[in-house]
Nanobody, 124 residues
Framework: QVQLVESGGGLVQAGGSLRLSCAASGRTFSSYTMGWFRQAPGKERQFVAAIAGSTSNSYRADSVKDRFTISRDNAKNTVYLQMNSLKPEDTAVYYC?????????????????WGQGTQVTVSS
């Protein structure tokens, strides 16, 4: 069982930055692929970025690849999402998720564990 707790969300003006953190429980964090997803009101959950375990290979959605960076610190059991040049359309609840393999998936159905989410609001 893995428990995930996100933090770092908030209200920011367009063009600003935020860094989200996701702290995970458990001793095998480095064997999990970690993903970030977001969900805006009335919309489906959307893939943002993911990073594999020990290899730290990563992949980002086209909509964020020039602005967001995903990273992880296996010693701290934490994954981060650095978000720069934020836009109003980035407004959503951001979720951290874990998949117990080293494969990067973009479908939320592939992730077994989820955090409670953190709200990111970007004002224009």
């Amino acid at each position: 069982q893995v428990q995930l707790v996100e933090s770092g969300g908030g209200l920011v003006q367009a063009g600003g930055s935020l860094r989200l953190s996701c702290a995970a429980s458990g001793r095998t964090f480095s064997s999990y692929t970690m993903g970030w997803f977001r969900q805006a009101p009335g919309k489906e959950r959307q893939f943002v970025a993911a990073i594999a375990g020990s290899t730290s290979n990563s992949y980002r959605a086209d909509s964020v690849k020039d602005r967001f960076t995903i990273s992880r610190d296996n010693a701290k059991n934490t994954v981060y999402l650095q978000m720069n040049s934020l836009k109003p359309e980035d407004t959503a609840v951001y979720y951290c998720a874990a998949n117990p393999t080293l494969t990067i998936y973009t479908s939320p159905t592939r992730y077994n564990y989820w955090g409670q989410g953190t709200q990111v609001t970007v004002s224009s």
